[in-house]
């Protein structure tokens, strides 16, 4: 309890104004309707194992890595990513090949001297636009508290390596 409270007030002292302004959509819940997992604390797997030196930063970074909150954080970006992408790519290579096999339809009016073609193209800047907002706005909601909450425990983890 006493972590989370100093890993909230840390959060509130971030240099970077956006972590404050994207505290309204934290604390989403995983898949399973249960809070994501943190990684277990690689210093006390290190005292257990009465290793004197403690973990080395990459075997806490590999920990991290395999750990389930972060794996639900990588599912959480491909499963909004992936789809994404490649209904972005479909739409921008169907404008292309309509552009260059079709110029019939292409040239088609729509309203007085605006024809298919600018109003296809003037889609795909608002697609783009549109689809910055929605990766924005996923991210915000799905998955930056939980990538937060990694890089405190990865930092609290990394603390005294190297000293």
Known sequence: MEKQEARDAAAVRLDDPWYDALASGWGDL???G???PVAPPAKAAAAA???GSGPSAADIYLEVQRSAAFQEVRSRYR????PTVLAF???YLAYVVAATTAPDLMARPVAGAVNVAMV????QFLTTFLLTWAYARHARLRRDRAALDLRWDTQEMTRGVGR
């Open 89 to 91: 790519l479909v739409w």
């Open 30 to 32: 995983g898949g399973a």
């Open 49 to 51: 194992g009465g290793s």
């Open 79 to 82: 499963r909004f990513v992936v």
């Open 34 to 36: 249960v809070p994501v």
């Open 120 to 123: 296809a193209g003037l889609g």
